[in-house]
């Protein structure tokens, strides 16, 4: 507890760490919005008073140089009433080299004019350039404190998330739920998934978030696509159409601080958005989904009727592999029956040849029986041609 003295009333009264914490921290605003308006203030002050400095002094030392080129002129008009022709004569070459002088002056001054013109540019180009990083500079200091207010709420990337879903969860997400991934049966899960389902149980939308806050970098992590191939392993694992890396991460980046940043050229329905994106992506995604319903409630009628039609295409399969067995088996009867024919007729071919060979050999016996005579017979047999000899004689 802290005692406090009222500058009003001048009684002290007592509050409590988290009072105290809230007081301190507007003071601490008010002095820092204070203090930012102030050096605003004196610098663009600091850049009027260059301009107007500059501004000044070439002005004045225009008007010297015209005074007294003027005063140079009237002296030798003067002179040339007052002196005789020879001097007449030198006071006109005098007032030619005067004349010639001005014209080379003025050439001078119309140079100073450029010059000046030139030197209020580059003074307000160098102006508009402090301003910017001035600016720049604010910006960093604004989102360190938006920064130190929400570590000073003790509120971590997850529970900030966590609570904008709860704060909206039953006016824009009554069908929704957006819960913890306690799975990790794959190997690895994420932080949380969001899913949303219709009156008919049928999905509309789901989105893998995995949250990477400042004090979650290390020496090998500390950007945000080395968590993307993770991201879309788990997306894949818990069937989710959608993966969404909210991140602290690489805060000066100007990709990442413009805005919700598309990554699907990396890997498919992947974005990466700030904390302050977080119910616009999810709004985003759901309403893009919610025009596809129809197309998602005739996906789901087929698929219900092709039930009937896988059941059938099982039992024609089934009989198509009954009637393929049964032709494969006749088909090798059928071709054991035809090799034994073959067989059969190879060996009545053989049977024929043999009994052609026959034939031929009865042929040539006949033609030799034929070819046989008595003469032939007894050719060289003394005794066979006397027999046959007397056998004719007894006839």
């Known amino acids: ?92 070459e005098a007032i030619q080299s005067v004349a010639s002088e001005r014209d080379r002056l003025a050439v001078k001054l119309e140079q100073s004019k450029v010059e000046k013109q030139l030197a209020e540019a580059a003074l307000k180009d160098k102006y508009e350039t402090q301003l910017k990083d001035r600016d720049e500079a604010i910006e960093r200091l604004r989102d360190m404190k938006a920064r130190l207010s929400s570590k000073m709420l003790g509120e971590t990337l997850e529970q900030h998330c966590e609570n904008e879903f709860n704060r909206l969860r039953a006016s824009a997400f009554p069908n929704a739920y957006f819960e913890k991934d306690n799975d990790a049966r794959g190997g690895s899960k994420g932080d949380y998934v969001f899913r949303e389902l219709d009156p008919d149980d049928l999905e509309i939308v789901s989105i893998m978030f995995e949250m990477k806050n400042e004090s979650d970098r290390s020496a090998s992590k500390n950007r945000n696509e080395d968590f993307f191939k993770e991201l879309d392993k788990d997306r894949q694992e818990k069937a989710c159409e959608y993966a969404v890396l909210v991140s602290m991460l690489e805060p000066d980046s100007d990709l990442y601080n413009s805005g919700i940043v598309d990554v699907s050229h990396r890997y498919p329905k992947m974005y990466v ?73 190879d060996h009545l071919q053989k049977t024929k040849e043999a009994l052609l060979g026959t034939d031929r050999n009865l042929r040539l016996a006949n033609d030799k029986a034929q070819d046989v005579s008595i003469k032939k017979l007894t050719r060289g047999n003394p005794t066979m041609a006397a027999k046959f000899k007397a056998l004719r004689s007894g006839e």
């Open 1 to 92: 507890m802290h005692d406090l003295i009222c500058p009003h009333c001048s009684k002290a009264f007592k509050i409590d760490e988290s009072g105290y914490a809230d007081i301190m921290k507007q003071i601490r605003d008010r002095e820092f919005d204070a203090e930012l308006d102030k050096r605003l203030a004196l610098a663009e002050q600091d850049k009027r008073t260059a301009i107007e400095l500059v501004k000044a002094q070439l002005s004045q030392a225009l008007t010297r140089e015209a005074v007294q080129k003027d005063q140079l002129i009237e002296r030798l008009k003067a002179q040339i009433g007052s002196h005789d022709l020879s001097q007449k004569l030198a006071i006109n």
């Open 273 to 345: 958005i700030r904390p302050q994106f977080f119910i616009p992506i999810i709004t985003l995604l759901r309403n893009a989904s919610q025009k596809s319903m129809i197309f998602k409630r005739e996906l789901a009628v087929m698929k219900a009727q092709n039930i009937d039609i896988t059941h059938f295409e099982a039992e024609l399969d089934s009989f198509k592999t009954g009637f393929a067995k049964n032709y494969d088996l006749a088909s090798r009867r059928f071709q054991t029956a035809i090799d034994e024919i073959d067989k059969s007729i």
